[in-house]
């Protein structure tokens, strides 16, 4: 079984890639074939709204028209069985790449017709979502950054079915933090590090163990 990784963060050995790698140990742990792919590497655009992916007898109906390095990342996907995604949060939402490249994935397989809307997508899929941020769980609350994870979790199940999700609060940000203008307090930063990172990386490793038992009984 083929397991892809979408690293939605611009640092490929931050928190979020971190958390992917952990949950593709998890997939390997049971016998997957993994991939990560790291989208600030590649050179593309988000949805062009040229609506190729809605024309009645199109060659491109259901599938993303726009040819360019994030294509092929597409193609692979088609084949995967199983999915897992991680963006930061930023401004209370996901990354800029992030947005575009589910503009890119799930737009073209929502079909217009009766009922609106309906799937394109040929099958369900094992899915995970990994979300970091800075903020701890009370500022995620005050600052609403939770209701982006709701909106992007309602498209995710659309899509592939009831998709999985884990949210890592008061990340470690600098390896140094007297070197910027900050308000957190270091030590807790740290301690939090410590004690709470570890555990959120077991998290994320059990996330790809599941979506590969998933995966075996949507086979048989």
Known sequence: ???????????????????????LEGAKSHGAETEMVHLYDLDYKGCRSCYACKLKGGKSYGKCAIRDS???VLERIDNADAL???????????????????ERLIYPHVSYATPFPSSLFSRKMPAGFIYTMGANETNMKDRQYDWQIKANQAILDFAFGKTEFLVVNDTYMFDDYSKYVNAYDVNAKE???????????QKAFDMGTRLMIKREQLNR
């Open 84 to 102: 897992i995604m991680g963006s930061p949060i930023y401004l209370a939402m996901l990354s800029g790449e992030m947005k575009s490249f589910l």
């Open 191 to 201: 301690k939090r590090r410590r004690e709470v990172f570890p555990l959120d990386c």
């Open 1 to 23: 079984m083929k397991v892809m990784a979408i690293n939605g963060s611009p640092r490929k050995q931050g928190n979020t890639a971190t958390l992917l790698n952990k949950a």
């Open 70 to 72: 994030l294509t092929p």
